[in-house]
């Protein structure tokens, strides 16, 4: 289990950081947009600070993910960006479903493989 997990937290970390540099450094033009996703990357753009935002803790969760460095910590920040990867590939790019399943699956198996970690957090009633 320890090596699949390895792989998979290293997967996952390049392809946040690929998405990250390529979004941050603006170095793929980008492709004319229609209907929903058009909609959806004006209004991203409209909030000026969001996706620099999202980008650069993609960026700092990458990291941890390949230097293996607070990875309980990352698989628990990037989860709701995954989860906004799949919806928005689900409803309105399906093309990239199947990259997106693979990081909702491979977070879900890091957060199973950490989970002694998230034990405190889970308590109902603290010392």
Same mark, same amino acid.
């Given at each position: 289990?320890?090596? *699949?997990? &390895?792989?998979?937290?290293? #997967?996952?970390? %390049?392809?946040?950081?690929?998405?990250?540099?390529?979004?941050?450094?603006? !170095?793929?033009?980008?492709? $004319?947009?229609?209907?929903?996703?058009? !909609?959806?990357? $004006?209004?991203?753009?409209?909030?000026?600070? #969001?996706?620099?935002?999202?980008?650069?803790? $993609? #960026?700092?969760?990458?990291?941890?993910?390949?230097?293996?460095?607070?990875?309980? %910590?990352? &698989?628990?920040?990037?989860?709701?960006?995954?989860?906004?990867? !799949?919806?928005?590939?689900?409803?309105?790019?399906?093309?990239?479903?199947?990259? *997106?399943?693979?990081?909702? !699956?491979?977070? %879900? #198996?890091?957060?199973?493989?950490?989970?002694?970690?998230?034990?405190?957090?889970? %308590?109902?009633? *603290?010392?």
């Amino acid at each position: 289990m320890k090596i *699949a997990v &390895t792989i998979i937290r290293i #997967l996952m970390g %390049l392809i946040f950081l690929f998405s990250s540099i390529v979004v941050l450094f603006d !170095l793929v033009p980008k492709p $004319e947009l229609e209907g929903g996703v058009r !909609l959806f990357n $004006e209004g991203m753009e409209a909030a000026v600070y #969001l996706m620099p935002l999202i980008k650069v803790v $993609e #960026l700092i969760c990458a990291i941890a993910f390949i230097t293996g460095f607070f990875v309980p %910590l990352a &698989t628990v920040v990037v989860f709701p960006i995954v989860v906004n990867i !799949l919806l928005f590939h689900g409803f309105l790019a399906p093309e990239g479903l199947p990259i *997106a399943i693979f990081l909702l !699956l491979g977070n %879900l #198996l890091l957060a199973y493989y950490y989970r002694n970690y998230y034990a405190p957090l889970l %308590l109902a009633k *603290a010392a």
